[in-house]
């Protein structure tokens, strides 16, 4: 990852804050993701609220394009 995008700011040396809830250390080449909230929905159905399943397709999708694109040796979460 060379260039940025409208959704990256390089916040210390060779760090990229990327507006998807990720961290990018370019050369270490690890990928630190936050606020994931993988299973968030099923927990709540188990609970007995009604929540859509959305959130853990959109949450894949979004890891799935990061890991794509940073290519990490290491993932952080």
Same mark, same amino acid.
Do not use: K
């Given at each position: @990852?060379?260039? %940025?995008?409208?959704?990256?700011? %390089?916040?210390?040396?060779?760090?990229?804050?990327?507006?998807r809830?990720? %961290?990018?250390?370019?050369?270490?080449?690890? $990928?630190?993701?936050?606020?994931?909230?993988f299973?968030?929905?099923l927990?709540?159905?188990a609970?007995?609220?009604?929540? /859509?399943?959305?959130? @853990? +397709?959109?949450?894949?999708?979004?890891? @799935?394009? $990061?890991? +794509?694109?940073?290519? /990490?040796?290491? $993932? %952080?979460?």
């Amino acid at each position: @990852m060379t260039a %940025l995008r409208t959704n990256q700011a %390089l916040v210390a040396d060779e760090v990229l804050l990327d507006g998807r809830l990720a %961290l990018f250390h370019q050369r270490e080449r690890w $990928l630190a993701v936050a606020d994931l909230h993988f299973g968030y929905e099923l927990s709540q159905r188990a609970a007995g609220r009604l929540v /859509p399943m959305w959130g @853990m +397709a959109s949450i894949a999708e979004r890891l @799935m394009r $990061l890991v +794509a694109e940073c290519r /990490p040796t290491r $993932l %952080l979460e």
